[in-house]
């Protein structure tokens, strides 16, 4: 199962990477953005066979690694909300026994939130507004004046330090290289 989740997470984010560093095809000619939505619905029923068998795979049963894979390849899910919101309930149970991440839940979390039209707990879902590239700001957020509150409560970092962080990395990613 830890090999299984791993070589899912590897072929998820092959495209991702090669679009992070300027491509927008592979060596075929294979547009990366169509490859990375074709990964993501091949992975779908494989998923939800691993939920059906095995439950959620947490820290115990495949190890950090894995168990991170396996929330990375539900959080890009986005066309079975039913789906994320099921393993967001697996989840919940797991890091109450400390089996799963509660960062990785809060991402999950934002991100159900956002696919159902409702604002983000966490913040952790963000776009850019602003000149130039722009600046990271959460998409929607549910009572801001708390959020540090909820993110600490977690072990994430407050709000500021992440979008700032966010906003340099996009930056790198989006900016030409310099040669």
Do not use: C
Not at 16 to 40: P, R, W, Y
Not at 88 to 105: D, F
Not at 119 to 138: D, H, I, M, N, R
Not at 148 to 159: D, F, S, T, V, Y
């Amino acid at each position: 199962l830890s090999k299984t989740l791993d070589s899912l997470a590897f072929v998820d984010q092959w495209p991702m990477q090669q679009i992070a560093s300027g491509q927008k095809t592979d060596s075929l000619g294979h547009n990366l953005v169509d490859m990375e939505k074709a990964n993501f619905a091949r992975h779908q029923p494989i998923l939800e066979k691993i939920v059906k068998q095995y439950g959620y795979p947490g820290f115990r049963q495949v190890g950090e690694k894995s168990a991170n894979n396996f929330w990375l390849l539900v959080q890009h899910a986005d066309a079975h909300l039913d789906f994320q919101r099921r393993v967001l309930g697996l989840m919940l149970a797991e890091v109450k026994r400390k089996n799963a991440s509660p960062i990785n839940y809060a991402y999950l979390t934002d991100r159900g939130a956002l696919n159902t039209g409702q604002p983000e707990e966490y913040g952790t879902q963000v776009k850019y507004e602003g000149s130039g590239l722009g600046k990271a700001v959460p998409v929607s957020l549910r009572d801001p004046k708390n959020v540090n509150k909820r993110r600490a409560a977690i072990g994430m970092e407050p709000l500021e330090s992440y979008l700032k962080w966010m906003s340099e990395m996009h930056v790198r990613m989006n900016s030409p290289q310099n040669n």
